[in-house]
């Protein structure tokens, strides 16, 4: 069964502990952001960019941004101008600084999606890697929407808490590094600080050096 999936890139973060745009930071000489980019064309027909105050920053990728609706309110908001823009049923979201996202793990989302298709199922299918949940590396219904506004137009703006309230299905990290061959501790990893910049590069390298 074939289901319409958009992918929401989410871009709208302002890097303060990084120092510097961490969405277009090199890993191997290719912008974190882009490598997203490329990684999710192969798996859904349509990706969209959850940009917040800077779409000209990515204006170069050649996809669609969207600015939030409600400016300054973090990762809610840009998942709210996402799935506003998406219009399908289902989205793929992701933040801008996870390096470590791949066609693997977006490939294994979306078959958790079309599972679900098939029964009443989830609002959400959100992974849990070694306890820790990860809400924007997941997959959402459209019809989380006016829920998530609501949170939004109550100044409530902690993610976790907005999906604790949801139809969620939380799915184990395990499972996706068994299915997809990937290392446990990569697949939520993301670049807050040059400190986990270094380590994303330092993996990288070693990777590298492992194939060649």
């Known amino acids: ?34 490598r997203l980019v490329r990684e999710l064309d192969t798996v859904v027909g349509r990706v969209i ?16 941004i969207f600015s939030d609706v409600y400016p300054g309110s973090g990762p809610l908001a840009g998942l709210h101008a996402g799935l506003t823009a998406a219009e399908t049923p289902w989205s793929l979201a992701v933040a801008c600084d996870m390096p470590f996202a791949s066609r693997e793990v977006f490939e294994w989302l979306v078959e958790r999606v079309r599972t679900a298709e098939k029964s009443s199922g989830p609002e959400a299918i959100i992974p849990v890697v070694q306890g820790r949940v990860q809400p924007l590396l997941a997959a959402y219904r459209r019809n989380v929407l006016p829920g998530l506004e609501k949170e939004l137009q109550a100044g409530s703006l902690k993610l976790t808490r907005w999906t604790e309230g949801l139809h969620a299905e939380y799915a184990d990290g395990a499972e996706i590094a068994a299915a997809t061959g990937l290392p446990l501790e990569q697949i939520p990893f993301n670049m807050n600080r040059p400190d986990d910049y270094r380590q994303a590069l330092d993996w990288l390298d070693r990777d590298h050096k492992g194939n060649a």
Do not use: D, H
């Open 1 to 34: 069964m074939l289901i319409e999936i958009t992918a929401i890139i989410l871009a709208g973060g302002r890097s303060s502990r990084m120092g510097s745009n961490k969405a277009l930071l090199p890993l191997q000489g290719i912008p974190v952001i882009e």
């Open 49 to 64: 960019i959850a940009g917040g105050n800077q779409p000209e920053a990515y204006s170069y990728l050649g996809k669609e």
